[in-house]
């Protein structure tokens, strides 16, 4: 499993650890990724994601799951969340 968010695209950072003594190792910074399941209003059914708290944020601010998939960029998304949007899509163009 990555360690890659699937609605931002945030991944691993490298930076170093810094000694008292200057001395510089590399380490990784990792996001802060979650297993949860989100709730889409347009499909009516819920999908298990793995996104970083601050994606969480942003989808709770811009007003759910659908909201801020209809405004995502698709090369931030996972092939998962892509599906998702193209499904949302489908399912609102005869209501439009």
């Known amino acids: 499993m990555s360690r890659r968010c699937e609605l ?5 950072m ?3 650890n810094v ?19 989100l709730h889409s209003e347009g499909l009516g059914r ?5 996104v970083s708290s601050a994606a969480l944020r942003s989808v709770d601010h811009r007003g759910g799951l659908d909201a ?5 960029k ?6 998962n969340a892509l599906q ?3 499904d949302l899509k489908k399912a ?3 209501a439009a």
Do not use: C, M, W
């Not at 000694?19 to 399941?37: G, I, M, W």
């Not at 801020?68 to 995502?72: D, E, F, G, T, V």
């Not at 698709?74 to 092939?79: R, T, W």
């Open 19 to 37: 000694s008292h003594a200057n001395n510089k190792t590399r380490r990784r910074f990792l996001p802060n990724l979650q297993d949860v399941s």
């Open 92 to 94: 609102q163009q005869p």
């Open 74 to 79: 698709d090369d931030e998304l996972s092939p």
């Open 46 to 50: 819920s999908f298990k994601l793995r």
């Open 14 to 16: 490298t930076g170093n």
């Open 8 to 12: 931002t695209g945030k991944g691993p």
């Open 84 to 86: 998702i949007k193209r």
């Open 68 to 72: 801020y998939l209809a405004r995502a």
